[in-house]
């Protein structure tokens, strides 16, 4: 009996995490690059692929061993053509580009495509902090707010467009701008691409901040979820006050749809969620008991188990060993 | 063979509505009573026992010969145990009571409860606006702002506490005040009691407007939802306002839903939405727009085509045929 090996990818807006993982879902090897900031897409279809040999080498085959890799990506996913389109949290990504058949032509095997939060919410509920709850929301806290649903033990997909907490208007009158266009959305608050925009504005008005002396120090262009988490080790007052916003957002956000759905259990992954962890976990629980409806019961609140992993573990989980044969 | 003949009761705020259906759902009878303010919950069982009479009356048999009476009730409802609790928007209704038992005894056949906006919502999906859909969402715009779910056909409770639309936080920061003691929620903006709230105080503050001269011309000593249109045919400045705020934030709570669920379609019941009718159907489907996210796709908007009836006869559907023999 050979082994039967898959790979998976979490393609972000800063990162691509790849992992294998075996039949019993144990990881068997992983590699992590940074998402190309140039040459399009095709330069990342090339990362992908780089990382995803790197993580089959680490466990001890060629990427064409693996019965299939599964990708979860931002934006619109088409799984039947293999495309990704109006992926805005991918730099440089514009139009619509094959992205399943180039990466199965670079790595030699299968490729499944899906976005990239309900893979991470799939995962999360099959495997990780969600595994006691047949209805829970996903939430995922990271360059944008993702969501998704699983009611009933099944993924809720609606017209295939469902999930998009991001943009639950949290302040219908003079709300902020979000990156999507829009006004007074949770993303406009609590994501960490407008909390950025919102930093650079208030600095170059005068506020003080370590926020970008600890992005150089990194070595970052960007305020990352580490540069987050370590200016609000610092007591840094804008990184507080911009995070405690988007706390307030959030538990106004969640606690709607738990009044909307009273799911079980919300799940808060995400590059900031993850990081930030259970501390901040709690905070977000605080923020939405002053919203929730139902006296009687409360949603359970967890941090994502898989961490930062999770993401491509799902994205592994799209390959079934069937379609393989 | 004989006609099976059920009863169902519309229990609001102000007003009682009775009806008897027959198996082909035709409405064979029907009666509506003023909501008792005295007297507390046996008062309005009694004047419940009283329309089913009425209407059965109507009908051509006596109540007891009905295979049973649903009623559709505010608050929360035990079915099992017939009762009914914290149904706030009910005047003079306090703890628990026993409305299933007490109602049975009166009209002398079975009693069916359930929540007024499930009801009104399946009634809808079963015989109405909703006919054509397989997920959508009811959004009941009266004295509170009640909502149900419809996911793939069939009806979404989550842990039994699920539709509360009502309470989803429309402004998170500075939100006005909500009969429910909460802030920034969708029914302090657009339930006709806090809208009716609002329009005393600025009334009491100087504001000039017809409504309170029109409630008193009409006999009522609240705002009702004719009231209310009245005004706006007189193009009363303040009932203009306040509706108008009521629109914007029902947009944006009708579409952070849709983001969230993506359903197929929304009905707008409820004495304010069936009143106002379809061109105001039509001005929230416009407020929603600008807050909606899936682009491709816009979920069809309806007024509650069983009218005010609806609830009503969901609440006569509660009651089926084998459960009686």
């Known amino acids: 009996m050979t082994r039967v090996l898959r790979g998976g990818i979490d393609l972000g807006g800063t990162k691509i995490q790849a992992v294998v993982i075996d039949d019993e879902h144990n990881v068997r090897g992983q590699a992590r690059r940074r998402t190309p900031t140039q040459g399009g897409p095709r330069a990342v279809a090339e990362e992908i692929a780089g990382a995803t040999r790197e993580a089959a080498l680490a466990a001890g085959v060629g990427s064409s061993e693996l019965i299939g890799v599964g990708v979860g990506s931002p934006g619109e996913i088409d799984d039947v053509a293999g495309t990704v389109s109006e992926a805005g949290n991918l730099p440089a990504w514009q139009g619509t580009y094959e992205l399943g058949p180039v990466v199965a032509e670079l790595v030699g095997t299968q490729v499944r495509l899906e976005n990239d939060v309900r893979v991470a919410t799939d ?68 994501g960490r691409g407008a909390m950025e925009a919102r930093a650079r504005k208030l600095h170059r008005g005068g506020q003080k901040t370590k926020l970008f002396k600890l992005m150089k120090k990194r070595g970052r262009d960007r305020l990352t979820s580490g540069v987050w988490a370590r200016a609000l080790g610092k007591n840094d007052k804008l990184a507080i006050e911009l995070i405690d916003d988007a706390v307030d957002a959030l538990g106004a956000g969640i606690a709607s749809a738990v009044n909307l759905l009273d799911v079980e259990a919300v799940i808060i992954g995400g590059g900031l969620g993850v990081r930030l962890g259970r501390r901040y976990a709690r905070r977000i629980e605080t923020a939405m008991r002053p919203h929730l409806f139902a006296k009687d019961h409360r949603p359970a609140v967890h941090v994502a188990a898989l961490g930062d992993l999770g993401g491509a573990i799902g994205a592994a989980l799209l390959v079934s060993a069937q379609e393989a044969q």
Not at 171 to 184: K, L, S
């Open 123 to 190: 995962a999360e509920a099959r495997l990780g902090a969600g595994r006691p709850y047949h209805s829970l929301l996903g939430v995922f806290w990271g360059t944008g707010i993702g969501g998704a649903l699983i009611l009933e033990g099944r993924p809720w997909l609606g017209q295939d467009a469902a999930g998009e907490i991001g943009h639950t208007v949290v302040q219908h009158a003079g709300g902020r701008q979000c990156p999507c266009g829009r006004r007074g959305c949770l993303e406009a608050y609590a």
